[in-house]
């Protein structure tokens, strides 16, 4: 199985014969992407994003595909996943999962342009008419209450309906007395500016030890939050039902986790309500699907994570589609320059915080590599862990 099959025949996608990779330079980020090439003339798509190792990634990715895709057929897909994820021996991890979630976005890209149907026709089809999403990255600048109340306001009359920040700074492990008052106060001024029928999110980014989550569980129960994202590490998982039990409110995560495997012990623990897969780093279609799967079967809701480009928006959309126990969907997009949908024509639009109905084959995207070239990356880093990391000034 581990080895390319040349002698079934290749279905209406025919046989890999190459795969590249591109990288676009944004204000806040590098994004990576895979495209890959069939000798009936077709090209697929994937977005291999990470958020500090975007070459190295791309690097893994070209490697991966000399190695266990040229000559393959896209439409052997759970046999690609395998070929990829076990092929190299030493498999899962942050680059691994990012590559190999590129690849499979390819993959369906690939099959839905050979069908001539839009990827979610191939992923469980649709089972609602639109995907909701929330807006994150919004709240740049100054992090004081009212710069964050008018950020906050400015986003909602965008058309979202639901929003999503990290109020706590640099805080790790603890808070500080006046900066745990701080960051709520921001809180209470972000659900003030937008009212109650926002749906307002609280991002931990996995920061904080247990008695810190725990009181900032009781801080935050005035504020009719829609879940309070990652509030510990996940070397913590073991913790993460008892600060349920202690929660008015969900408790979500899971974009740490690269696969099934990885999600075992979350599954196993009952660590949150909501899980939190992203389509460029958890397997593609093909794995998150499966996690939505075992997710139903605890009784937990997904909500994807999506801290990239809007590739990953669109594909995301896709996938969600098709996922019965899906909740609603992470996008950056309104945070980012316009020619980075100059640079990937098609993605979907967003309208009074939802977005429609795929209708093009595939992915329904191209790269422009007209637009790659005049937006190098920048390779540039921004510390999450220090002061003002929120404005995503990077050095």
Partial sequence: ??????????????RITRVETLMLGTSWRDFGYVRVHTDEGLTGIGEITHPYRVSEVCALTEALARRHLI??????IEELWLRVYQGDF???????????SGLDQAMYDLMGKALGVPAYRLTGGACRDDVRVYANGWYTGEREPETFAAKAKETVAKGYTALKFDPFG?????????ELRRSVDLVAAVREAIGPDIDLFIEGHARFAMPTAARLVRELEPFDIGWFEEPMPWTHIERYAELRQRATF??????HFHNRYEYKQLFATNAVDIIQPDLSMAGGFTEVRKLAAI???????????NSNSPLCTTVSVHAALGIPNFKILETFDGLLEPFVFDALKGTLPMEDGRI???TAPGLGVELVDEVF???????????????????RNRT
């Avoid at 199985?1 to 279905?11: D, E, K, Q, S």
């Avoid at 969900?250 to 974009?255: N, Q």
């Avoid at 997710?295 to 994570?305: F, K, N, R, S, Y």
């Avoid at 070239?373 to 404005?391: I, L, Q, T, V």
């Fill in 71 to 76: 000559g393959a057929d896209p439409f052997d």
């Fill in 170 to 178: 640099p805080g790790l492990h603890e808070l500080e007395r006046a």
């Fill in 356 to 358: 429609g109905l795929p």
């Fill in 373 to 391: 070239e005049e937006h190098p990356p920048s390779h540039r880093f921004w510390n999450m862990f220090a002061d003002g990391w929120e404005k």
């Fill in 295 to 305: 997710a139903d079967t605890h009784g937990m809701l997904v909500a994807p994570h």
């Fill in 90 to 100: 030493l498999r899962g991890g942050d680059m691994g999962g990012v590559a190999l």
């Fill in 250 to 255: 969900p408790i979500s995560g899971g974009e």
């Fill in 1 to 14: 199985m581990l080895t390319v099959n040349r002698t079934r025949p290749a279905g209406p996608a025919g």
